[in-house]
């Protein structure tokens, strides 16, 4: 079946610009995580979705990044006024309940 | 902090098992050892998981201390398509309530050779 897709797959952005980014969970998936990768690093963890409820965003590094899941299906990955610091590998991955997390290829993100 | 500790790089000859370990000296009883891998410019792919016994799919074989403190990811016939970067991650398996997010190192970069 299909997996987890994301969209765009390369995003380039001026600083100051606001991006937002998709992520199409595998169908019947309760789960929805999204994880930022810097070049070089292992993924590190943003934010959880259990269906359409935020229930962890620790991870977000700054109130820049806004994630949402509204219909607890596909989400969107928000930053506001894009700094060089964000660029990086956005990576949504997705679970049904607390099993293994599948992961989608991933936006690269390039603020210049 | 990632729990557990992998060698920074390791070589393989193509058509030779590839045998990729882990340290996971805190691990608790409740915690699973996944392995993923990551090509290089996609998302990291889901390889493994297990507890306390040995594991093996279409894709590798996980080999668990009796301790349970180290693993040993195995790839019994490497391939140049398997070059790509190995995690190793220790997160509580779904008996437990909430979610556990993956706390990734910065793994094992195998290199297949022919």
């Known amino acids: 079946g299909a997996g987890v897709s994301q969209s765009p797959r390369y995003k380039v952005a001026k600083r100051g610009q606001d991006v937002a980014l998709r992520c199409d969970p595998i169908?019947?998936?309760?789960?929805l995580f999204w994880y930022q990768q810097a070049l070089g690093q292992g993924p590190e963890f943003l934010t959880y979705?259990?269906?359409?409820?935020?229930?962890?965003k620790s991870g977000l590094p700054s109130d820049r990044f806004f994630a949402e899941r509204p219909e607890g299906s596909v989400s969107t990955l928000k930053i506001q006024r894009t700094q060089q610091e964000d660029s990086a590998v956005y990576l949504c991955a997705s679970s049904f309940r607390d099993e293994t997390q599948y992961f989608g290829p991933g936006t690269r993100l390039t603020v210049l | 902090d990632a729990k557990t500790t992998q060698p920074p790089s390791m070589d393989c000859a193509e058509g030779r098992a590839a045998n990729l370990p882990c340290n996971h000296s805190t691990i608790s009883g409740n915690e699973y050892v996944y392995w993923y891998r990551q090509i290089h410019s996609q998302g990291p792919q889901y390889i493994i998981h297990g507890l306390k016994n040995n594991e093996t799919n279409e894709m590798a074989s996980l080999i668990i201390t009796e301790d349970r403190k180290s693993s040993t990811l195995i790839l019994p016939h490497a391939t140049l398509r398997d070059t790509a970067v190995y995690y190793c991650?220790?997160?509580?398996?779904?008996?437990?309530?909430?979610?556990?997010?993956?706390?990734f190192g910065t793994g094992t970069r195998l290199l297949v050779s022919p």
């Open positions: 169908s019947g998936h309760v789960s």
């Open positions: 991650i220790v997160r509580v398996g779904e008996l437990n309530t909430g979610f556990q997010k993956l706390v």
């Open positions: 979705f259990q269906n359409e409820a935020q229930l962890d």
